[in-house]
């Protein structure tokens, strides 16, 4: 290994094992009151600890677990989406998400995605992959000032530096990929069914009803009404905003 390939190592390695360590497992109240069955004293534990603590995926997803037992199947699959939103790699997030959209009527890698390859684009998180972009980013400046400025490093330099460049262009384009579907105003239908009308009103005809669970893109707002596209089906139209659970 060469002074320049031994530079890219260093420069990310210290953030590799933060990106695969999970958190740690919190509120043991609400787990006590999920064990006894008490699903609704769970729920109000799990979103009162979000207020003051809203990225972490621990209690999202046993939020998710307490509204899925209570009955509340579209609010748990918003639960899980979070959580699997923060961390992609976990599991048991990706497996409690998976079956209550399958509950729903649909899956977690949409249709004609290969399953490998949704995950292989989901296995880092939004913010994991902003933090590697902008380390390649430091890295390729340092390497590239270290070429410029001493011509006798320059043939030890050029590949890790090439190396750099690399990684920063593909962790960039992945970050922005993630992060164009992560900050998409998205929603999941809570209602036992909802009707979706082609337009703002309950004067206009019902296009499509959609069961509970299903996911959903936000596009706009008028009055009480949010214009949406179903996800699985394609479909777009207009339905109350009390019938989603925002993300």
């Not at 390695?13 to 069955?37: H, I, K, M």
Request: hydrophobic share 45%.
């Amino acid at each position: 290994m060469n002074f320049a390939w031994l530079a890219v190592f260093l420069a990310l390695a210290p953030v590799l094992p933060a990106v695969a360590t999970p958190g740690p497992v919190t509120d043991p109240e609400g787990l006590r009151f999920y064990s006894q069955g008490n699903y609704q004293a769970a729920v109000q534990l799990y979103r009162q600890a979000l207020r003051g603590d809203p990225r972490n995926a621990d209690l999202h997803y046993n939020l998710g677990n307490a509204l899925f037992k209570s009955g509340q199947t579209g609010r748990a699959i918003s639960s899980f989406q979070r959580a699997f939103d923060i961390r992609p790699r976990d599991a048991d997030i990706r497996q409690n998400l998976d079956f209550a959209l399958r509950r729903a009527g649909e899956e977690l890698a949409p249709t004609g995605v290969p399953p490998l390859l949704f995950f292989t684009f989901h296995l880092l998180s939004e913010r994991e992959l902003a933090a590697l972009h902008w380390l390649a980013c430091w890295l390729l400046l340092v390497l590239a000032g270290l070429y410029l400025w001493k011509e006798s490093l320059r043939p030890r330099l050029l590949s890790g530096t090439l190396a750099a460049g690399v990684l920063w262009s593909a962790f960039g384009a992945w970050w922005l990929a993630v992060r164009s579907g992560v900050s998409q105003q998205r929603g999941v239908i809570v209602a036992t069914s909802a009707e979706i009308r082609s337009g703002p009103g309950e004067n206009f005809n019902v296009s499509f009803t959609a069961p509970e669970g299903r996911r959903l893109q936000i596009f706009s707002q008028e009055g009480d009404w949010l214009e949406i596209g179903v996800l699985k089906e394609g479909i777009k139209g207009w339905i109350p905003a009390a019938a989603i659970d925002p993300i």
